[in-house]
């Protein structure tokens, strides 16, 4: 046994993969150091309150008298509040009004600006600007467009048509803070599928244009079947972001009129911040990250199937 662990010990290849490894460790020390600031970081500011959030969904939270455990009583509080499901309800078709209305602008827009011959620099500018607008700015500007006296209803006056109340009429207040945020958010979209847009080998339109294929079945056949992974990364990404929709529904109307704008993720923000229920605050947000979770799930296992 001895003469045999000699042996193996004594091989070629275990005697240079020692050092191998030892030399590797020490030629990567200090690529390795500068990685250890960022994983703290990470774990401190991600995944602690992770673990805090699903210990203060069993307490009730008390800054003066102290915690105590409740158990699952804010959970059940939770999913017995009717605003709980209202604001399922609207958080839902809040993503579906954004997935019909927003998703394919920046898809449309990028396929548009590489076609054009000229001008293409100018218009990746201009539709990217309202991107870079302060949130306070682009309330203060939607609200004055949205006014009943605004210059949205004056141009409907002037066509004959009957003034839309954008920000007090239930059937129009999610429709309108949508309109607003594809405007806004368009143009980072946009840039991302233009990147994948401009990536794909000209030479495979130029076969197409010599085979007296069109632009519409350029894009049909070549530009949408080369985009396809990012469109789905895209489309769960968009999902996931629109989950947690509030700014607007917050900044523009507080969740009005008659709850008709109360997100998921603002009813949270008033269970900490206005209630001061943090337990229950917390078992809700708790519920959005199993489900967050698994449409994460959901993606890798998806880009996985790709590879």
Same mark, same amino acid.
């Given at each position: 046994m001895n003469q045999t662990a000699s042996m193996i010990e004594q091989h070629p290849a275990i005697k240079e993969s020692k050092p191998y490894k030892q030399n590797r460790w020490k030629k990567n020390f200090w690529g390795y150091m500068f990685l250890v600031p960022a994983i703290i970081i990470f774990i401190m500011f991600m995944w602690v309150p992770i673990f805090k959030g699903l210990l203060y969904s069993f307490y009730y939270v008390d800054f003066v008298k102290g915690n105590h455990f409740v158990g699952l009583e804010n959970y059940s509080r939770a999913l017995s509040d009717p605003d709980v499901l209202k604001a399922v309800k609207n958080t839902l078709y809040y993503m579906v009004l954004c997935l019909i209305i927003g998703f394919w602008v920046p898809i449309a827009f990028a396929i548009a600006i590489s076609e054009l011959r000229k001008f293409g620099g100018f218009v990746r500018v201009a539709a990217y600007l309202p991107f870079v607008v302060p949130g306070v700015v682009l309330y203060g500007l939607w609200r004055w467009l949205y006014d009943p006296v605004?210059?949205?209803?004056?141009? *409907? !006056?002037?066509?004959?048509?009957?003034?839309?109340?954008? *920000? !007090?009429?239930p059937k129009w207040s999610m429709i309108s803070l949508v309109f607003m945020e594809t405007w806004q958010q368009f143009g980072s979209g946009m840039l991302i599928y233009l990147a994948a847009v401009l990536s794909i080998p000209r030479d495979w339109y130029e076969a197409a244009e010599i085979d007296g294929a069109g632009v519409w079945a350029r894009i049909r056949h070549i530009t949408l079947p080369s985009m396809r992974n990012l469109i789905i990364l895209m489309l769960i990404l968009q999902i996931i972001g629109t989950s947690q929709g509030y700014q607007s529904q917050l900044a523009l109307l507080d969740g009005g009129p008659n709850n008709t704008t109360l997100t998921y993720a603002l009813l949270i923000v008033k269970y900490a911040f206005t209630r001061l229920d943090y337990g229950t605050a917390t078992a809700l947000g708790m519920l959005m990250f199993i489900v967050l979770g698994g449409l994460g799930i959901l993606q890798f296992k998806l880009n996985k199937e790709d590879i």
């Open positions: 605004g210059p949205i209803n004056a141009l *409907l !006056t002037t066509f004959g048509l009957d003034q839309i109340s954008f *920000l !007090t009429d």
